[in-house]
């Protein structure tokens, strides 16, 4: 199985971007789903994460109200909806592939990683 993230770049605080993760390999549609992110210097921290029908979501406290993640079955895709960023969202943002149907918030349980995509948000 192989993640690919895209859809990173440099905005401006305040300003939004897009995120997709499309798996190849197989289906993960079975699979809950999660965003992590690591700034320079800092462990990687969990941001989201879906369960496999997409009705079951959590966020950290620090980004609830702005970020949304949500997923396409049908196209093996899930998607991180940035709003609102603040330079403090800057750093290297990394999907994965729970082992469960439900993810987790916590990095273990996670059985594959994409390759992580930039997102710098200037001030």
């Known amino acids: 199985v192989q993640l690919q993230a895209s859809g990173g770049g440099l905005v401006q605080a305040g300003g939004s971007l897009r995120l997709s993760c499309a798996a190849s390999g197989r289906t993960l549609s079975n699979n809950g789903m999660g965003w992590f992110r690591q700034a320079p210097g800092k462990e990687r921290e969990f941001v989201a994460r879906i369960s496999w029908s997409g009705y079951s979501t959590s966020y950290a406290d620090s980004v609830k109200g702005r970020f949304a993640i949500s997923r396409d079955n049908a196209k093996n895709t899930v998607y991180l909806q940035m709003n609102s960023l603040k330079p403090e969202d800057t750093a290297v943002y990394y999907c994965?592939?729970?082992?469960?149907?439900?993810?987790?918030?916590?990095?273990?349980?996670?059985?594959?990683w994409g390759q992580g995509t930039q997102v710098t948000v200037s001030s």
């Open positions: 994965a592939a729970h082992g469960t149907s439900l993810g987790s918030s916590s990095p273990g349980g996670y059985d594959y």
